[in-house]
């Protein structure tokens, strides 16, 4: 369920968003007062939460704010503005203005500046609820232009298409079993969606493993450094003795292994740090220990390191590097794919056949002129769909 706190009429003005677009497939709306039908109304508020859990992500069931603050736009010590309590949502308030001819807004929790916002559960009490529901339906009527003779009705709004579908409500048509049958229509769909959204999801990982691999192979003293570290320590080994170059070699491989040191791998390497404190045959002092500070560091980060069984080796080399970089291109790629597939998947939830259908499996009929006004504020195509209208019985007589 969708709580709104602005006039229809500005919702619409702001644009909807497709349901590609992250918008939704549909909006529902209920135009019915209490009076008109009371178990509409009283089944649509004790149902909330199967409401909301029916419409998912691709039907957005709209209803009013039972109550809100009006909050004016601009400066003040809070930083929110002034709040004016006790101003209903709808009707002729929503064109006041401040005196100082700033743009007013609808909220309902003063801290709170958002126009809608989804509720799982009914935020007040029914009461409350019912009142708002029953306040907005002049209004919604005459914003759609739908006739007083055929409420209650719910509208069905398809953002994409931009058109508007009035559907007259009865004990067999309720809001709920109309729902569900959209629900049920759109469900081959939403496992495409589904699908494209997993394919997405993965896709999106892959990308963000090979950056973050990449990322790593560049830090300080990650995979790319600790290489170059490691062929500096092998070259600076020539012309010691024995054990310095041995170790040295072996240190010089071992710090391509991105995993931290055994115990007794540390030994070895505390025990060629010892040895190359002075044994780093010709090279000049400074050279030297930064040589030495270079490959202490390089341990202790291999040392900082997850032990994780079956790693891949890292890229350690330019060669590797530009390997690494065709892949993430070749990932972005296939995200970008995905992502198209995604989109496709999306637009082809077509909500305007499915209601065609679907009203047309509950009996209801498409009207041309029944159920609508000659004036609408929506300037998007109103369709009217009804129970047909019954036929007063003809008597005709004979006279002998």
């Not at 198209?340 to 259908?357: C, F, M, Y």
């Amino acid at each position: 369920m969708m709580v709104i706190n602005v006039p229809v009429s500005r919702l619409f003005g702001l644009g909807l968003a497709p349901v590609e677009d992250g918008g939704f497939a549909g909006l529902v709306f209920l135009v019915c007062r209490t009076a008109d039908e009371p178990r509409v109304q009283l089944d649509f508020l004790r149902s909330w939460s199967s409401f909301h859990d029916l419409s998912g992500r691709y039907l957005a069931v709209v209803t009013p704010a039972p109550d809100a603050a009006l909050i004016v736009q601009g400066p003040s010590r809070e930083g929110v503005g002034q709040v004016v309590q006790n101003l209903r949502l709808h009707g002729d308030e929503r064109r006041l203005q401040s005196p100082s001819g700033n743009r007013v807004r609808m909220t309902e929790n003063p801290e709170d500046g958002s126009m809608a916002r989804s509720a799982p559960v009914m935020p007040r009490d029914e009461g409350e609820h019912g009142s708002a529901v029953t306040r907005v339906a002049t209004e919604l009527q005459e914003f759609f232009g739908i006739s007083e003779s055929l409420l209650p009705c719910a509208v069905v709004v398809e953002p994409r298409e931009r058109r508007v579908f009035a559907v007259g409500l009865t004990e067999r048509t309720t809001l709920y079993g109309l729902l569900k049958e959209l629900k049920i229509a759109m469900e081959p769909g939403i496992a495409r969606v589904n699908q494209a959204r997993s394919e997405v999801a993965r896709a999106r990982e892959d990308l963000a493993g090979r950056r973050r691999r990449r990322w790593q192979a560049t830090e300080p003293y990650g995979p790319a450094d600790r290489g170059r570290i490691a062929r500096r320590l092998r070259e600076a080994a020539e012309g010691m003795d024995d054990d310095a170059v041995r170790l040295s070699h072996w240190l010089s491989d071992r710090l391509l292994l991105a995993r931290p040191l055994t115990t007794d791998e540390q030994r070895q390497a505390d025990a060629l740090f010892a040895l190359l404190h002075g044994r780093f045959g010709v090279l000049p002092l400074r050279e030297r220990r930064g040589l030495l500070r270079a490959v202490r560091r390089a341990v202790d980060k291999l040392n900082s390191l997850d032990d994780v069984p079956g790693t891949p080796p890292e890229p350690c080399t330019d060669a590797d590097l530009r390997v690494v970089d065709s892949q993430i291109r070749l990932s972005r790629e296939r995200l970008r794919t995905r992502e198209a597939g995604l989109r496709r998947a999306l637009r082809n939830i077509a909500l305007s056949p499915l209601v065609l259908s679907v009203t047309r499996g509950l009996g209801l009929e498409q009207e041309t002129t029944r159920g609508l006004l000659t004036w609408r504020q929506c300037t998007w195509p109103v369709t009217v769909l009804a129970a047909p209208e019954r036929r007063r019985p003809t008597i005709s007589y004979e006279w002998a």
